[in-house]
């Protein structure tokens, strides 16, 4: 299953609402993760499920989404929110895939 | 809280074995539901989703790696390894280490990264 995002890349200020698309290649029903990745270190699971928010997340970031189409969105971008994040689909255990990832950087 | 910890050589040689280790603390790798994992990030590539090894010493591999990969489980020492095979700079990159979790289907606890370059 491939996944692909968009946009790329995407320049925000502190306060912004940013809204970030995910697509996966076949039904996924809403096996969906979403990941953000800060420079130099590992990725950290935001959503899973494609809604369901991931204990200690705050509560800025939703998901929403099923089938094949998906957002991820922040809202009230904070200055801890710039970074990489990633779309991960988890229907087909367990050749599990990942979106290409969206750069969120500061305008 | 469960930490996750890669440990191996930073260098490898073209058609040599990278061998990396994955130390787990704060849980047991022999509690079910949980798929121990490698992914890597090449540059330009994104996370490649490797293969994981379950409590039981059963495997997948990504079928792209099939050929050069194998996994090992040391339940003693709490332990994960990784061994890939005939490398060439196309695997130099950053590898993880992480769970996977069989209720959510979901990678949620990760190492901090290894970065492996394969260079003569």
């Known amino acids: 299953i491939q996944m692909t995002q968009s946009p790329s890349s995407l320049s925000a200020s502190v306060g912004d609402r940013v809204t970030i698309t995910c697509r996966a290649s076949q039904t996924i029903s809403s096996y969906l993760n979403w990941y953000q990745q800060k420079p130099g270190k590992a990725p950290e699971l935001l959503i899973h499920?494609?809604?369901i928010l991931q204990s200690g997340v705050p509560s800025r970031f939703s998901g929403s989404g099923s089938g094949t189409d998906f957002t991820l969105t922040i809202n009230n971008v904070q200055p801890e929110d710039f970074a990489t994040y990633f779309c991960q689909q988890s229907y087909r255990f367990p050749l599990y895939t990942f979106g290409p990832g969206t750069k969120v950087e500061v305008k | 809280q469960v930490h996750l910890r890669e440990s191996g050589p930073g260098l490898v040689k073209p058609s040599q074995t990278l061998s990396l280790t994955c130390t787990v603390s704060g849980g047991s790798i022999s509690n079910g539901g949980f798929y121990w994992t490698w992914i890597r990030q090449r540059p330009g590539k994104g996370l490649e989703w490797m293969g994981y090894?379950?409590?039981?010493?059963?495997?997948y591999y990504n079928p792209s790696l099939k050929s050069r990969l194998i996994f090992s489980l040391d339940t003693s020492k709490n332990q994960f390894s990784l061994n890939l095979g005939s490398v060439t700079a196309a695997d130099t990159g950053t590898y993880y280490c992480a769970r996977g979790t069989e209720w959510q289907r979901t990678f949620d606890h990760w190492g901090q990264g290894t970065l492996v370059a394969v260079s003569s």
């Open positions: 090894i379950y409590k039981t010493g059963s495997t």
């Open positions: 499920t494609a809604s």
